[in-house]
């Protein structure tokens, strides 16, 4: 069974730094073509990506966020961090992460989200 | 940047009605397109991929068709849970979702 959940603060204030992490099981980020992204909906808005993290350890970043984001995967391959440095009130929002396996790169498996609210 | 145009914004419809959303990317994106389908709430749930493979577990009345820059998702007979939002994806570069779909009750 295949599972994913999100952790992190609930409130971060404007400029801080936003650690999030992702535990996950039923499946391996070693695995070939196994990928993890994170996945932002603001309050009432629509869904907007913002990382991914390979099986093979490459990152890719949503151009928007680059510079403010970090995503890393810890020694276990059963969580990832991500981290958001500089945060703003629009970055208030529900974060999701979720699975992906190339070469669908579809996200078929989602955790139920973390609510995180930048604000001083 | 690949952007996703999904229209209608809202829907209106009623139990049993056949509706169809439709999706415009800015070029093409051969058919890495998928749908989702998002409860109140709760996170999203992928139905379609590939312009038209069901996800295992999704019911038969949700279709999807089109290649290139334009796409369709089907419902061939709304059932009371099908009242929700539904969003567009493309993953053909990076991943884009269109701006969502609120399909509620006439």
């Known amino acids: 069974q295949i599972t994913l959940r999100e952790s992190g603060p609930t409130l971060v204030q404007p400029t801080q730094t936003l650690t999030l992490t992702c535990s996950f099981s039923g499946f391996t980020l070693g695995t070939t073509g196994v990928t993890v992204g994170w996945i932002r909906q603001s309050p009432g808005k629509a869904l907007e990506w913002i990382a991914l993290?390979?099986?093979?350890?490459?990152?890719q970043y949503s151009p928007s966020l680059k510079s403010r984001l970090t995503f890393s995967k810890d020694t276990s391959q059963s969580q990832v961090v991500l981290t958001m440095t500089n945060v703003d009130p629009l970055d208030t929002g529900t974060y999701y992460c979720?699975?992906?396996?190339?070469?669908?790169?579809?996200?078929?498996?989602w955790g139920p989200g973390t609510l995180v609210t930048v604000s001083s | 940047d690949i952007q996703m145009t999904q229209s209608p914004s809202t829907l209106s419809a009623s139990v049993g009605d056949r509706v169809t959303i439709t999706c415009r990317a800015s070029?093409?994106?051969?058919?890495?397109l998928a749908w989702y389908q998002q409860k109140p709430g709760k996170a999203p749930r992928l139905l379609i991929y590939?312009?038209?493979t069901v996800e295992r577990g999704v019911p038969s009345r949700f279709r999807g068709s089109g290649s290139g820059t334009e796409f369709t998702l089907t419902i061939t007979s709304l059932q009371p849970d099908d009242f929700v939002t539904y969003y567009c994806q493309q993953y053909n570069s990076f991943w884009t979702f269109g701006q969502g779909t609120k399909v509620d009750i006439k």
């Open positions: 979720a699975r992906a396996v190339i070469p669908a790169s579809t996200f078929d498996f």
């Open positions: 993290l390979r099986w093979d350890d490459d990152k």
């Open positions: 070029q093409s994106i051969s058919n890495k």
């Open positions: 590939k312009a038209s």
